[in-house]
């Protein structure tokens, strides 16, 4: 569809009910047999050549649950086997986040061996309990097949995994939705991977062209010239110090019944280079700057994975397109601009330019009154400082979401943390000229300020969720994905819209009992 999208295949993925038969395990590269914890003698009935392997986990004379055992079965089958017994209860496996780390682990060793098809054998486990763990298992994969963007003459030979078999449950899964969410979590690392060379406001444009085209939804795009029509002044503000004309705002509307007004709208921050604009960065804060537009990419692709799963939301997607570059007409410090809603700001920090772009982003988004906003933005350092990379931050202006947010969080293992929101933080962003502070002069609770910031863009009567995004990327992994773009978002916004949408948005259970 696009040069800017992945060219590999999907990951396949395949289910086999019951025993697997000889024929069946032929076929494989390689299996991954995961036991209970101290397995007993019942949970090796469905496992091949159970006695052999066995007696070759006993001979290794360490705790089963610290163990793998790499094998090969014998005879005329020539198919490599490892062995993985689970955690301890009450360790890992208790969580989602430490189910899927432990799966990249394991995952990690057995993709060493380089298969092409995997086998995964889940045996001795409660069906829900298995479940989870396949799940688990199956998200690792798809995460550690997946190859980010490279651009080496001569690239590294690799035998990646194709296909995932999950063999020996008694009941298919529906591994629909676990399939979409890796592929669009891969999508946003993919995007999010990009050189700033190749993903350009132009290209940008026109990927997500295509994609409105394929997947019928509806797309407007507001150039520099609609948006002073607008009166988007925030958002000009930083796109006047690019010497690249194309920076905009996308609108993008995905209705499956024809209902005009949106249930949810998604907000993404697209800075696709962040210089500090003349508030420079230094150079290893500038270094990584091409992921500022990581916010766009988790609304992107949770529009796409919504489309893709048939969800019955009417959505819409704004992405606020553009690079902070420095320049003769870059904006500067003490600047007071006024945003689409008649705000007027007064410029402290250039480099504080994603509340700009998102505050005139959000204030187009309110206007069609949706049921509810979320907006993504990899925003604040301070977030980072706070949390570190392990957690995102979330914000909202309805206080009563927090734990709602927060478990959903822990159930899809893409953590979240609420921080507060209270009207006294507004002292800090007050101006002597105009409505509003950009930021504090001081740095100190910037990512609660920054969410200060962004709601007075909001009306009151409209539920709205701010997620800075500090798990966008880490150097070590996070969960089941390796080091580099995490993907982090996409999961944890399914969660909240298939899991805990009537808790989100209340008034829904409501609409549908009336036929609305």
């Not at 005009?260 to 003349?278: Q, S, Y």
Request: glycine share 8%.
């Amino acid at each position: 569809m696009s040069e800017l999208l992945p060219g590999q295949a999907a990951l396949r993925i395949e289910q086999l009910t019951g025993t697997p038969s000889r024929k069946t395990l032929s076929a494989l590269d390689h299996l991954l047999v995961v036991l209970p914890h101290a397995p007993a003698a019942e949970a090796w009935q469905r496992v091949p050549d159970a006695a052999r392997l066995r007696r070759q986990l006993g001979r290794l004379g360490k705790p089963v649950a610290d163990t793998m055992l790499r094998s090969h079965f014998g005879g005329t089958l020539d198919v490599g086997v490892t062995v993985a017994c689970l955690p301890a209860k009450g360790r890992q496996q208790d969580s989602a986040f430490g189910r899927l780390k432990w799966a990249a682990g394991v995952l990690g060793e057995v993709l060493g061996t380089k298969p092409r098809t995997l086998g995964l054998l889940v045996a001795g486990l409660p069906a829900e309990h298995a479940a989870d763990i396949v799940q688990a298992l199956i998200l690792a994969a798809g995460a550690a097949s997946f190859q980010l963007p490279d651009y080496r003459h001569k690239k590294p030979r690799s035998r990646q995994l194709r296909t995932l078999q999950v063999l020996g449950l008694d009941q298919p899964l529906d591994l629909q939705r676990v399939q979409v969410e890796i592929e669009t979590s891969n999508m946003v690392r993919w995007l999010t991977a990009l050189p700033p060379n190749k993903l350009t406001a132009g290209s940008y444009r026109e990927l997500v062209t295509r994609l409105s085209e394929h997947h019928d939804w509806s797309m407007r795009f507001l150039d520099a010239a609609a948006l002073r029509q607008l009166g988007a002044g925030a958002f000009l503000a930083v796109a006047q110090g690019n010497a690249d004309p194309g920076a905009g705002i996308i609108h993008l509307s995905h209705r499956p019944d024809g209902t005009r007004r949106p249930d949810v709208a998604l907000v993404g921050k697209g800075i696709l280079f962040d210089t500090g604009g003349t508030n420079l960065k230094p150079f290893r804060a500038m270094l990584d700057m091409h992921q500022d537009m990581s916010g766009s990419a988790v609304a992107l692709a949770t529009l796409l994975a919504i489309t893709r799963l048939g969800l019955p939301l009417a959505v819409d997607c704004w992405l606020a397109i553009t690079e902070n570059r420095i320049g003769p007409q870059s904006y500067k410090p003490r600047d007071v601009v006024q945003a689409a809603d008649g705000t007027t700001i007064e410029v402290i920090h250039t480099d504080a330019e994603g509340r700009m772009a998102l505050a005139d982003t959000l204030a187009l988004a309110a206007r069609e009154k949706p049921g509810l906003i979320l907006d993504y933005a990899t925003l604040t350092g301070q977030c980072v400082g706070a949390l570190t990379e392990r957690y995102s931050g979330v914000f909202t202006n309805r206080p009563a979401l927090d734990p709602v947010l927060v478990a959903a969080g822990r159930s899809c293992g893409e953590r979240v943390w609420p921080f507060p929101m209270d009207e006294d933080f507004d002292e800090d962003l007050k101006s002597e000229v105009a409505d509003v502070l950009q930021c504090s002069t001081e740095n100190d609770g910037d990512h609660i300020l920054a969410a200060r910031f962004l709601q007075r863009f909001m009306p009151a009567a409209q539920p709205w969720i701010h997620v800075d995004l500090s798990s966008a990327s880490r150097k070590k992994g996070l969960a089941q994905v390796p080091g580099g773009p995490t993907g982090f978002g996409v999961r944890l916004t399914l969660s909240l819209l298939m899991d805990h949408y009537e808790q989100l948005v209340p008034q829904s259970a409501t609409r549908r009992r009336a036929g609305q």
